[in-house]
């Protein structure tokens, strides 16, 4: 028996997804997860990229402890919960579940509780049940992360595809560790849905997300004077008339030269998991495009060094830095363009799908939906349906393949590496990451890996060949020992990059 779950990453992926499409975002994995075992195609299932942790192994009378089974399953290969084998006191139980109170906030997934087992199994069967629970398991459930803090304002965000997100920003409330100050509203039929206004006292809570969510508002300490909120009906950045597609919730901008729209693409191909340039921060992009130098992503490529330095407050050395920087991005992999160059639904996992997939980004210009979600022999991924049907849209319409295509011409690498080769040094190894590496960032460590075959996977399972631990390494690092994963530091992890 085990439990099926959603990583945060993988919800928050989703959702973003979801609300790029203008749908009504899920509510919590938890909700998520269950929704989605009961989808009836296997292939929609399989794009929620779900995670399974056993926790009982029915034995018979041999097996001696649940610890021992849960070792056994460990070892056959089982993702295996989070486990303490054996805790030999009340003392050492109740710290435990105050410690975990705590560190489940650095997990990868919610976590509401603790289950304590009795480990003999003999006693299990001596305590036996009640009508519905056996009697030698117990849940601790630790108090829900809530925190009661002001709305000041709502603001209008313009995503990359014109999408409006209402943004709750708030007076700064401590929630589960951090100091939180903006939550997310989703869409306006949500604000409707909450009759959240200025000046309420709302319940946050994170429900799963990155970003915090308003659960509810105390309509009991509302003043008299507030008025309803009104989503705007234009946009906040170019003034156009705000949109619903046929069957969206969402609102949106349609002006497709929009300068806030224009701006988040930008800022989303310069990022770390696309073309990753150093040294172009929104602040910059913003006075390059009020500057009129660059109108988009192709135009950084031809930025010159003069042109840089003729910007306020920029000196000469970094422009220089920053030319550098893009010079260098030239060279990237070809998933870090094709991530961004900001088709909907793919992301930095799709986009590395997607590379190992062709020769020429070109390939997949006219490439049937049916081929961009066939899988490749050797790999694990594959493009999801919706995925797919969105590669077509953006690739189906002229400007975009010419814009790849003024790429190329200044010489950004359109190549794909070459496909995964059985032969790769790396080739057929899953690595998780953990801590921080002082040579390289995580998504430098993970373009290694994956350049030389590897996979990179979010958490430590059965199936994880290496663990990489950088300085101060989370709990991954307790999970690899536990189930026997080859830590590597940082110098063994180079030493397997050069090899
Ligand atoms: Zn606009």
Redesign the pocket.
């Known amino acids: 028996r085990g439990e099926v779950y959603m990583t945060f990453r993988h919800f928050q992926e989703l959702n973003d997804a979801i609300t790029e499409q203008g749908g009504k975002p899920m509510q919590n994995p938890r909700n998520t997860t269950s929704g989605t075992l009961k989808l009836l195609d296997p292939k929609l299932v399989a794009e929620r990229q779900l995670s399974f942790a056993a926790h009982f192994c029915l034995s018979d009378s041999r097996t001696e402890s649940h610890s021992t089974n849960l070792d056994f399953l460990a070892s056959q290969g089982f993702p295996v919960v989070i486990h303490e084998s054996k805790l030999c006191s009340r003392d050492a139980v109740m710290d435990f579940c105050r410690n975990w109170n705590t560190k489940r906030h650095s997990l990868e997934f919610p976590v509401d509780g603790v289950v304590i087992k009795l480990d003999s199994i003999k006693n299990h069967r001596r305590l036996g049940t009640t009508a519905k629970f056996p009697r030698w398991v117990i849940a601790y459930k630790y108090q829900p992360d809530m925190a009661i803090t002001t709305v000041m304002a709502i603001d209008a965000q ?1 995503g990359r595809t ?1 999408v409006i997100t209402p943004v709750a920003r708030l007076s700064p409330a401590l929630l589960a560790g951090t100091t939180i100050r903006n939550a997310t509203l989703h869409n306006y039929e949500e604000v409707k849905r909450l009759d959240i206004r200025i000046g309420d006292a709302v319940e946050i809570e994170k429900g799963g997300e990155i970003i915090p969510k308003v659960v509810r508002v105390a309509v009991e300490k509302r003043p008299v004077y507030l008025a309803p909120f009104e989503p705007p009906a234009v ?6 008339k705000l949109e619903k597609l046929k069957e969206e919730v969402a609102l949106r ?1 349609f ?1 497709a030269s ?4 224009r701006l988040a693409a930008l800022t989303h191909f310069v990022s770390r998991p696309a073309m990753n340039i150093e040294g172009l921060g929104p602040a910059l992009i913003e006075q390059l495009v009020a500057s009129g130098l660059v109108k988009n992503i192709a135009d950084l490529f031809s930025l010159s060094r003069e042109q840089l330095a003729g910007l306020e407050r920029m000196g000469e050395k970094s422009a220089g830095n920053i030319i550098n920087a893009i010079e260098k991005s030239k060279k990237n992999p070809l998933d870090k363009l094709i991530n961004g160059i900001g088709i909907r639904l793919i992301g930095a996992q799709t986009a590395r799908v997607l590379a190992r997939k062709v020769d020429d980004i070109a390939d997949i210009y006219d490439m049937p939906v049916e081929k961009l979600v066939e899988k490749e022999q050797g790999s694990r991924d594959s493009v999801g349906p919706l995925a797919a049907e969105s590669i077509r849209i953006f690739f189906d319409r002229h400007e975009n393949r010419s814009l790849v295509e003024r790429l190329r011409s200044l010489g950004v690498n359109c190549r794909g590496a070459q496909k995964v080769d059985e032969n790769a040094p790396l080739a057929g190894k899953t690595f998780v990451l953990t801590g921080t590496l002082s040579g390289l960032s995580r998504e430098q460590a993970k373009d290694f890996i994956v350049r030389l075959g590897g996979n990179v996977s979010a958490s430590v399972s059965g199936k994880t060949d290496f663990l990489v631990a950088g300085s101060e390494p989370g709990s991954k690092l307790d999970k690899a020992i536990q189930l026997g994963v080859t830590v590597l530091d940082e110098e063994h992890f180079n030493e397997m990059l050069k090899r």
């Not at 946009?235 to 156009?240: A, D, N, Q, V, Y």
């Not at 929009?258 to 729209?261: H, I, N």
């Open positions: 313009v014109g946009c906040p950045s170019c003034g156009s901008c002006n929009c300068p806030a729209q």
